[in-house]
Each structure stands twice: as C-alpha cells, then as structure tokens.
T-cell receptor
Framework: AQSVTQLGSHVSVSEGALVLLRCNYSSSVPPYLFWYVQYPNQGLQLLLKYTSAATLVKGINGFEAEFKKSETSFHLTKPSAHMSDAAEYFCAVSDGRSGGYNKLIFGAGTRLAVHP | DGGITQSPKYLFRKEGQNVTLSCEQNLNHDAMYWYRQDPGQGLRLIYYSQIVNDFQKGDIAEGYSVSREKKESFPLTVTSAQKNPTAFYLC????????????FGDGTRLSIL
C-alpha cells in the first residue's frame, strides 16, 4: 500500500531564509508525486508534480522539489521565504495504475510560518 | 476560466438533518472526488466517481451519500447518520487517468448548530 509521511507538522522560518519541507513516500511501483499548498479557508492549489520526466521539478512561486528514489523522498524547497508563503503544504502520491480512477494519498500536512 | 465551484462556503446543520453540499466543475473532467479535512489529519476520501452514473465509496463513506447524474456535478449529502459532521469538505476533479493531478474547489465548512 502507498503512504506519505510529512516530517514536522509545523515549520517556522525567517523571511528570506531557506524553506525545506520534508516528504517521504512508500510505493511498490514508480510513483507520481505532488505538492499542494492550502491557504486558510481555501482549497488546495497544485505547486508541482513529479511524473518521472526529471528528478528536479520546478513549480510555481519559486518552489522546487527533488525526487530521490534511494531515499524515497520528495522534499520541497524554496531558497528565500516570503511572508506570503505562510500556508499549509501537502505532499501526495499516486501509483498511476488506477485504471480510470486517479487515487491520491495525502500526507497529514505541514504548516509553514514565516516571521519577519 | 475553468474551475470547480463549491457552495455554500459555510453551512450549518441541525441535529437529525440532512444537508447537501454542491460541487460543479467546467473542466470537462470525468473523475470527481469528495474529501473531508480535519485539523492535523490531512485529506480523507469520502466518495469518488470515474464517470456519470457511477461512484464508489472511499475510506470514510459511512454517513454520506452522493449522486453523479451529470458530468459537471457531484453533490454530497451529509446524512443524520454521520455523527461527527463538523469539518471542511473539499471537492476535486481530474482527468480519469492515473498519475494526473487533482484540481480542487474552495471548500465548504460544515458546522453543527
């Protein structure tokens, strides 16, 4: 069975500092991996996705993630945090074999706080 | 612009009452999903539908019901059998093919009076 673990339910950084949000997955087949961002009282917005084309994936708002098969990780990074990055971030995995149904397994989420 | 519209934004339920949450999409997606979100628990799948007139139970379907009479619409009914309905409900849609991202509406927050 697939699963996703996000290490750290809360992460706090200073404005301008590096953002690192951790995601580890388990999957018996090559996975499809996604990062989503959620602002308060809103839905989830896709930041980026990994679909095996390249191990370093660039997304919106300056975020990127690197797929490391040996570590079963897909950590999200941003070189310099901005106040507007404060939100909750979700990592998700799909096995891509859904036969018409695209099931995503979500991590529990990491709340990012950015302070001046 | 294409997207997913959920209504209402806020909903209140009395004890013993059924309530229906609306979800409409104009993305021409075949697959649609309902999730429940509670603090610290991520998203849990309630129901999903791959095609019109077909839907399947997710991980926490008890106390909920859905219909899929039109491709664009996937309403969720929270029945009186759902004893702890207070949560944030999210509707999503996607291309009906594995490995595709899901697109989300802005959610409905349900509370008990």
């Amino acid at each position: 069975a697939q699963s996703v673990t996000q290490l750290g339910s809360h992460v706090s950084v200073s404005e301008g500092a590096l953002v690192l949000l951790r995601c580890n997955y388990s999957s018996s087949v090559p996975p499809y991996l996604f990062w989503y961002v959620q602002y308060p009282n809103q839905g989830l917005q896709l930041l980026l996705k990994y679909t095996s084309a390249a191990t370093l994936v660039k997304g919106i708002n300056g975020f990127e993630a690197e797929f490391k098969k040996s570590e079963t990780s897909f950590h999200l990074t941003k070189p310099s945090a901005h106040m507007s990055d404060a939100a909750e971030y979700f990592c998700a995995v799909s096995d891509g074999r859904s036969g018409g149904y695209n099931k995503l397994i979500f991590g529990a989420g990491t709340r990012l706080a950015v302070h001046p | 612009d294409g997207g997913i519209t959920q209504s209402p934004k806020y909903l209140f339920r009395k004890e013993g009452q059924n309530v229906t949450l609306s979800c409409e999409q104009n993305l021409n997606h075949d697959a649609m999903y309902w999730y429940r979100q509670d603090p610290g628990q991520g998203l849990r799948l309630i129901y999903y539908s791959q095609i019109v007139n077909d839907f399947q139970k997710g991980d926490i379907a008890e106390g909920y019901s859905v219909s899929r009479e039109k491709k664009e619409s996937f309403p969720l009914t929270v029945t009186s059998a759902q004893k702890n309905p207070t949560a944030f409900y999210l509707c999503a849609s996607s291309i009906a093919q594995g490995g595709q991202p899901q697109h989300f509406g802005d959610g409905t927050r349900l509370s008990i009076l």
